[in-house]
């Protein structure tokens, strides 16, 4: 079956410092979507992607999809304290289904 | 901001009993699912629910698992003869749309279920 897995498994950044975390998939896929969760919450929507290397931005945040569609990133600048969390991806290949990347778990001191 | 709703936020189980874990979906979405992460791990799909029916399932959501929309606004997780393994967080979610044309699912605050 499909599997998405992301790395790295933690990162831990000083303030203001740079993250990025990266999600394969072992299909291509139709769309890919990114997570937040904070840690003791639930998973929160935060972009989807849908077209063969498409780059977007929200804020300090950008998001791409590989040209092959079966990579994506995600990479923070300058990150704060209010970034501390889990980012997932998580897979779309046509049906109903999410496949959940393992998540990049984000801690950053200030 | 429209939510998704799931009682209880927390339930203990006996190893072997039954348990009904409930979500009210937001109103106007149309596709519904339910995930589960065991503490410290990955979202794992379990399951989707269009027009009244079981649209996917995973090779988790085997014959102890069973899903309802009982009536126009809540969905039903149950679990029949819990085991130790069914330890972990259960989310419920729903999207307005499914498949490729998803845009991003809204997750409940999830149900921890502990079984002892």
């Known amino acids: 079956g499909q599997q998405v897995m992301q790395i790295p498994q933690y990162q831990h950044v000083q303030e203001g410092e740079d993250f990025t975390t990266y999600c394969n998939s072992s299909?291509?896929?139709?769309?890919i979507q990114w997570y937040k969760q904070r840690p003791g919450g639930h998973p929160v929507f935060l972009i989807q992607?849908?077209?063969?290397?498409e780059v977007k931005k929200q804020k300090r945040l950008t998001f791409q999809f590989g040209e092959a569609k079966k990579n994506s990133s995600l990479h923070i600048t300058a990150t704060q304290t209010t970034d501390v969390g889990t980012y997932f991806c998580?897979?779309?290949?046509?049906?109903?289904?999410?496949?959940f990347g393992g998540g990049t778990r984000l801690m950053v001191k200030p | 901001e429209p939510e998704v709703t799931q009682t209880p936020s927390h339930q203990v189980t006996q190893m072997g009993q039954e348990v009904i874990l409930r979500c009210v979906p937001i109103?106007?979405?149309?596709?519904f699912y339910w995930y589960r992460q065991i503490l410290g791990q990955k979202v794992e799909f379990l399951v989707s629910?269009?027009?009244?029916?079981?649209?996917?399932k995973s090779e988790i959501f085997d014959d102890q698992f069973s899903v309802e929309r009982p009536d126009g606004s809540n969905f039903t997780l149950k679990i029949r003869s819990t085991k130790l393994e069914d330890s972990a967080m259960y989310f419920c979610?729903?999207?307005?749309?499914?498949?490729?044309?998803?845009?991003?699912?809204?997750f409940g605050s999830g149900t921890r279920l502990t079984v002892v």
């Open positions: 109103s106007n979405h149309l596709y």
């Open positions: 979610a729903s999207s307005f749309t499914g498949g490729w044309a998803n845009y991003g699912y809204t």
């Open positions: 998580a897979g779309n290949n046509a049906g109903n289904m999410l496949t």
């Open positions: 992607l849908v077209k063969s290397g």
């Open positions: 629910f269009y027009n009244n029916e079981i649209s996917e």
């Open positions: 299909t291509t896929l139709s769309n």
